[in-house]
């Protein structure tokens, strides 16, 4: 691991968790050398990734809430993926999710709302694992097979618990049916009482960049109700995988959003 490998490491300290820490226990847990920490803090205090308070030790920096702001406003996969969202919602009541795959997670990176009937546990900044929920296991299904034996090799255990299978086999089976057939639904696996309907959204080289998901926390669905809800987010996921692959504004995707995913 490279000297700059470390330093950003550092910041992987300050999760849900603990958003504090003290150089104390910052040196006991990295066991890095005083002098090579106070150096990395120094440069990531001045780039305000991190600030120092008096009496509670270092947390996140205000640069990190101006990047948040900048993504919400300029993310091309967000400035998309919002028209399509809103009025995703606008004709089934519920809550829209925008994912993206982060690393062995899923981090939700933007939410429409259009109920007051249930709040989603999963808000924007929130992550979780693939292996829970429609938004992320569809992100699992579309994923290339090392990355999927790499993480099985990890987390077998969870994947049999998650219904997979017990074996690697049961599992790429599991996710080619997936796969094949376009979306994912799951049934209080997040929100109690909350069904969750995702598609997967690709790049323009064909790789899986995350999903688009409608929670709807109606009860149970019928089948002929979750295939119509099921096609308009497939049909949704569709627009912003054409808008990311063509490098257009979301306003190409709002267009067509409203004169087919209502209809």
Known sequence: MTSLERMINILDLFDGARIEWTI???????????????RYLKV????????????????????IAELDYQMRQRDP????????????VETVPGIALLCRRYRDRVLCVHQEQNTL?????YERGRSRPLLRGAASRIILANMQLPAIRKLYSAQQAEFET??????????????????????????ADVTPGVTGVAAPIFDRRGAVLGSLSLSVG?????????????????????IVTKAIARDNSSEDGENQTRDSIAS
């Open 117 to 121: 009937t249930f709040q989603s546990n």
């Open 218 to 238: 109606s009860g149970p669905l019928g089948q002929e109700r979750l295939k119509s809800i099921a096609d308009r987010v497939v049909f949704g996921a569709a």
């Open 162 to 187: 998650a219904g997979f299978g017990p074996t690697l086999e049961s599992v790429r089976a599991s996710l080619r049916d997936i796969r094949h057939q376009g979306w994912d639904s799951t049934v």
């Open 44 to 63: 990531l205090t001045d780039a305000g990734l991190l600030t120092s308070l008096p009496d509670i030790g270092y947390t996140l920096g205000p640069r």
């Open 77 to 88: 996969l967000i400035t998309a993926s919002r028209p399509v969202m809103a009025q995703l």
């Open 24 to 38: 104390e226990d910052l040196h006991a847990r990295l066991g890095l050398t005083r002098s090579t920490l106070y």
